[in-house]
């Protein structure tokens, strides 16, 4: 990924991603089922302490998050002070 974030944000991957993968295409409900707020850490911040690329992240589901493309991937940016645990 050439995409670095700045300071203490964090990239995940978007949950409600309208096509997996693979490429297939998802019905709305389908996406609502597959929503979740537990999410793998793609990339950290230099400034990020609390977690780090790979981790496992839970996000504070009140979360609003900016919805970016990231080489050719529906990804999410939160600040690291939006994640509420790890595993």
């Known amino acids: 990924m050439a995409f670095k974030p700045n300071n ?3 990239v ?3 949950p409600t991603s309208e096509t997996t ?9 389908t996406r609502k089922s597959r ?3 537990i999410l793998e850490v ?3 911040g230099p400034q990020c302490n609390f977690v780090k690329k790979g981790d496992i992240a839970v996000i504070d589901p009140r979360t ?6 990231i080489d050719g991937k ?8 939006q994640i509420v645990g790890k595993q």
């Open 21 to 29: 993968d693979s490429g297939i295409i998802l019905d709305e409900s």
């Open 35 to 37: 929503a979740t707020n």
């Open 64 to 69: 609003e998050a900016i919805q970016l493309d």
């Open 74 to 81: 529906a990804c999410l940016l939160v600040g690291e002070h």
């Open 12 to 14: 995940l991957p978007d």
């Open 8 to 10: 203490s944000w964090v």
């Open 42 to 44: 793609i990339s950290v």
